[in-house]
């Protein structure tokens, strides 16, 4: 039976607040020196130390290897100079690639481990999160922008358009219209701006989800 004490961690500038190194550890090695490379020792040096948490813990090495690559890949994707200089997911105890059947197995383990109040940083706020100060910088604001998930085909595909995945009906002071971007056409307003008057308050803008489009239309029989 395979241990299920190692962690993710993340290491932070004090300086800037920002994520400079993402490592797989158990026991000590969270704030551990030793073993770092030359980027690593320097960033600290410059830095003026560093601090340390953990993102997501308590499960195997199979897992730890798939999570450290996946943060690692994630960051970078969004701008971030780490001192990583690995893309994760090798040496320590085991240093193997997983096959494709045993990654979609432990992403389905790693799924929700850090949603809600799972996540680290759940419920602080100000001075007590530990980003708080903290500001994107440009290449990291191009970065989010240039891999923000509305911009792949795929994503607006499943949202878009009466024929989308996850198209609704919606009822607005008594007139039907076949998607919520219907609505917010008709409206004159961003279609996010319409989806959160309809998750916080709906009866107060007199809107109602009548089901998924292609559902509602064919019970209808149109």
Known sequence: MQ???????EHIRPDTGIVFYVGKGCNARLNSKDKRNKHWKAIVSKA?????????????EELAFLAEEEKIDQLKRLGYKLA????????????YKHTKETKEIISKKLKGKL??????????????????????????KKGMSDNCCMKRPEV???I????????????????????????????????STLGVRIHRN???????????TKEFFNHKGE
């Open 3 to 9: 241990s299920s004490n190692f962690y993710i961690y």
């Open 48 to 60: 003026n130390g560093f601090f340390a948490t953990k993102i997501v813990e308590n499960i195997d």
């Open 84 to 95: 990583n200089k690995t893309l994760g997911g090798s040496g320590g105890i085991k240093g």
């Open 115 to 140: 949603s809600g109040n799972k996540h680290p940083r759940f419920g602080k706020f100000g001075k007590d999160n530990p980003m708080y100060g903290f500001k994107q910088s440009a290449k990291a």
């Open 156 to 158: 607006v595909a499943k």
């Open 160 to 191: 878009s358009g009466e024929k989308a995945t996850l198209a609704k009906t919606v009822e607005y002071d008594g007139q039907i219209f076949k998607t919520i971007n219907d609505l917010a056409k008709h409206l004159g307003i961003n279609r």
């Open 202 to 212: 709906p009866d107060k803008y007199k809107i109602k989800v009548l089901g998924k």
